[in-house]
């Protein structure tokens, strides 16, 4: 194993051949070379844009500073007494400016110190595997750097918004995530395509700033998340003066000095200051080589629960590029675990990958916790009821209103919400769960460690809420699904 110590620029113009080569330098990347570093091995980072990638600039941090300051204020406002202390709007420009000191201004030397930090040699510039374990970077400048690795290969390369094929609308420049979270200026309306949580995000952040938000989708809100979470978040948008236009889909759409008008299957042509695209995400591997090796440019990359690509012994993934789970938390849980098996595996070591051992992302399966930041917040983990039930399991489904529960009452007036829990009713554990409602982003911990845990309902029981909390809803579930040969006395304080 080589010196990691010194300056990872320098140190890559002394060697060209590392243990691990990691290509994409997001926050799942970085994960995986710092555990492989962890476990003794010479790691480079390859990266073309930020250090830190989507997560840091252009998606999670800077979407949720851009809700955090509406979600404080109405927070204050729902509580007599804080109420009255109010007495001034949102701060939008203030908001923007947070959200600024979250990306670093764009910057991202931050995180190139932390790659230093942790002995992860750097080199920047656009990465294309060659064929087995080779990697040719090529710089800014044209320059190109060619790496061997003596392990491993792990493709961290993301994804990107995926725009769909409507007329005009590519040649209309519109909006993706990017522009929606890196706003310097609010337009006067903006349009929404798409159902998702991108979208549903976005439309809460930009109704708060004072747009005129209107939002596109071919089908209801938040697709593949419990019904009720989708109709809630949609009602609460509509409160929050964002119309909706579900069930449609834009047919045609120009840019002109007026600015954009789009055409929809039914209704009204909208015309938009700018229009926001949040249809989904593309892999970001098209122009990464894959042809060299066998694979196909543009798809998403298949891999085992040790992260291994499919047929291969030297290549891993991890991240938004394997489409387990698109989710940062989820991705380095992934790398985390890419990371420790190509340790383990370089090193001869025992790798444990049976379901839930120390080296697979079994969770990608089962416990996949999301918490969409819309005012009310969802916040999920595992399979919905649906879900379930086509997996085959024998279920049954607890539903309970969150805003009966003393600590909800308490933490806003008027609290209102819904949770639910879904039952394995063979092996007595909970299969999912979700809460919709104000502030319930906090709850859903206890809930992924229910479902990851298979911890089973007779021993939840004893997991007592702290009274009066919110989590006194999980007393609430229990005591509706009702405790074996007992009677219950729902509602009991
Ligand atoms: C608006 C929005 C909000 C989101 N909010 C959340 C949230 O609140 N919570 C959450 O968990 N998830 C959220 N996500 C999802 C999250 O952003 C992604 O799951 C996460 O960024 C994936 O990380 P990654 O490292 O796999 O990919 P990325 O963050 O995309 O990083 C990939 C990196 O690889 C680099 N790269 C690509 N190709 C090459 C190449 N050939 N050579 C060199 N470098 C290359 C890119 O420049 C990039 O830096 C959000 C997504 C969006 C769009
Ligand atoms: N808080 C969070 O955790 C968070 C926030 C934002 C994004 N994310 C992640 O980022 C990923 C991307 O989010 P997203 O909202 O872009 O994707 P998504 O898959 O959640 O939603 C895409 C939406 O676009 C619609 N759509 C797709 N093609 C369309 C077309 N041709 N015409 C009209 N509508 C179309 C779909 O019906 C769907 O409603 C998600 O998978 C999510 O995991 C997470």
Redesign the pocket.
């Known amino acids: 194993m080589e010196s990691a110590a010194q300056a990872p620029d320098q140190q890559v113009q002394q060697e060209q051949t590392f243990d691990v080569i990691v ?7 970085e994960n995986a070379a710092g555990r492989a570093v962890q476990g003794g091995l010479s790691v480079v980072l ?10 840091s600039y ?3 941090m800077p ?2 500073a851009l809700l955090r300051s509406t979600q404080a204020l109405r927070a204050a406002r729902s509580v007599d007494g804080a109420a009255q202390a109010v007495t001034g709007e949102l701060d939008v420009a203030a908001v923007l400016a947070r959200r600024d000191s979250f990306t670093s201004g764009w910057k991202d030397a931050g995180q190139a110190r932390w790659l230093e930090d942790a002995g992860i040699a750097l080199v920047r ?4 595997i060659n064929g087995p374990k080779e990697v040719t ?1 090529t710089a800014a400048d044209g320059s190109t750097t060619t790496l061997t690795a003596r392990h491993a290969v792990t493709i ?6 995926a725009i769909p094929e409507v007329e005009g609308l590519h040649e209309s420049h519109p909006w993706t ?1 990017r522009e ?2 890196s706003v310097q200026i609010v337009p006067r309306s903006l349009a929404i395509i798409g159902g998702g ?2 979208a549903a ?2 439309a809460t952040a930009y109704a708060a700033f004072g747009a005129e938000v209107t939002l596109l989708a071919r089908s209801g809100l938040l697709g593949g998340m419990e019904p009720f979470a989708g109709e809630l978040v949609a009602e609460a948008l509509q409160a929050q003066g964002v119309s909706l236009r579900l069930n449609t889909s834009p047919q045609r759409v120009s840019r002109s000095a007026e600015g954009v008008r789009i055409e929809t299957e039914e209704g009204d042509p909208l015309l938009v200051e700018e229009v926001l695209a949040a249809t989904g ?1 593309a892999p ?1 591997t098209a ?2 080589g894959l042809e060299s090796i066998g694979l196909e440019p543009g798809t998403w990359i298949d891999t085992d629960d040790t992260l291994r690509v499919l047929g291969f012994d030297w290549l891993y993934a ?4 394997t489409h387990r789970a ?6 380095k849980y992934q790398a985390r675990a890419a990371g420790d098996v190509i340790a383990a595996r370089a090193q001869g070591r025992r790798i444990d990958d049976s379901p839930w051992g120390a080296h697979v992302a079994t969770a990608d399966h089962a416990a996949v916790p ?2 969409t ?1 819309t005012d009310p917040e969802v916040a999920s983990v595992g399979l919905i009821a649906s879900a379930a039930r086509e997996a085959g399991h024998r279920i049954r489904v607890v539903d309970y209103a969150l805003g009966d529960v003393a600590g909800s009452a308490l933490h806003a007036d008027g609290y209102t919400g819904q949770a639910r829990m879904v039952v394995d009713e063979d092996r007595r554990v909970v299969l999912g769960m979700t809460f919709v409602g104000p502030d319930v982003a906090e709850l859903l911990h206890a809930a992924t460690i229910a479902v990851s845990a298979e911890v089973p309902l007779d021993r939840l029981w004893h997991a007592v809420p702290a009274y009066p909390t919110i989590n006194e809803i999980w007393l609430r579930l229990l005591e509706t699904y009702g405790r074996p040969g007992e009677q219950t006395l729902n509602g009991l304080s």
């Not at 390859?46 to 997560?55: T, W």
């Open positions: 290509i994409g330098g997001g926050a799942v990347g390859v990266e073309a844009e930020l250090v830190g990638g989507e997560c252009w998606a999670c979407s949720k510039g656009h990465g294309r970077v961290a390369t993301g994804s990107a918004a995530s929606g979270t949580v991108v995000e976005l995400r970001r122009d990464l991890v991240g938004d590029v698109l989710l940062t938390h989820q991705g999301q918490v930041f």
